[in-house]
C-alpha cells in the first residue's frame, strides 16, 4: 500500500524521510505533475493499493459533514479501471479514542471514459457513497 501527500508534508526534515521511506507519493496539488500521475497509475497497475483522502485535506467543516471531493480518486479509477473502496471514520483519530471506521462496497465505474465530465460525474458517485456511510455510522451509534 502507498499514500500520496501534498509536497508540504515532505518539507520537514524528520517526516519528509519517514515518508519516504514509508513509499509515499509527494503530490503539488496546485501543478500535479503528468509523471507524478504516471508513477501513481504504475503502482496501482502493479497491484498496489492507493490510500487517498478524497476530501484533499482534513475536514474542519461541521462534523458529519463531507467536503467537496477532489478528483484524483476518480481520475485513478478511471485510468486503471480499478473500483475505490469508500471508508469512513466516525470522529477525528485521537489517541486512546475508541473510533468506529466503517468501509462500504467497492465502486467500480465501468465504462467511464476518463474524461473531465466523467471524472467529476464519478466524484459526485462517490460522494454519495460516503455520505452514505457517514449516515450509516449515526444508525449504528444510534442502537448501540
Known amino acids: 500500500m502507498f499514500v500520496i501527500g501534498k509536497k508540504e508534508l515532505f518539507y520537514n526534515k524528520i517526516l519528509g524521510k519517514m515518508f519516504k521511506k514509508l513509499g509515499a507519493i509527494p503530490v503539488d496539488r496546485e501543478n500535479v505533475k503528468p509523471s507524478t500521475i504516471r508513477i501513481v497509475i504504475k503502482k496501482i497497475k502493479s497491484g498496489n493499493n492507493l490510500l487517498l483522502?478524497?476530501?484533499?485535506?482534513?475536514?474542519?467543516?461541521?462534523?458529519?459533514?463531507?467536503?467537496?471531493?477532489?478528483?484524483?480518486?476518480?481520475?485513478?479509477?478511471?485510468?486503471?479501471?480499478?473500483?475505490?473502496?469508500?471508508?469512513?471514520l466516525d470522529k477525528?483519530?485521537?489517541?486512546?479514542?475508541?473510533?468506529?471506521?466503517?468501509?462500504?462496497?467497492?465502486?467500480?465505474?465501468?465504462?467511464?471514459?476518463?474524461?473531465?465530465?466523467n471524472i467529476e460525474k464519478a466524484s459526485l458517485i462517490l460522494k454519495e457513497k460516503m455520505q452514505k456511510i457517514k449516515e450509516d455510522i449515526e444508525i449504528y451509534k444510534s442502537k448501540k
Do not use: H, Q
Open 53 to 88: 483522502y478524497p476530501e484533499g485535506t482534513r475536514n474542519r467543516t461541521e462534523e458529519g459533514i463531507l467536503a467537496s471531493l477532489k478528483n484524483g480518486a476518480t481520475l485513478f479509477a478511471l485510468l486503471t479501471s480499478v473500483p475505490v473502496i469508500p471508508m469512513m
Open 92 to 117: 477525528k483519530p485521537k489517541i486512546f479514542r475508541k473510533n468506529i471506521l466503517m468501509v462500504g462496497e467497492p465502486v467500480c465505474f465501468e465504462g467511464y471514459k476518463p474524461d473531465k465530465n
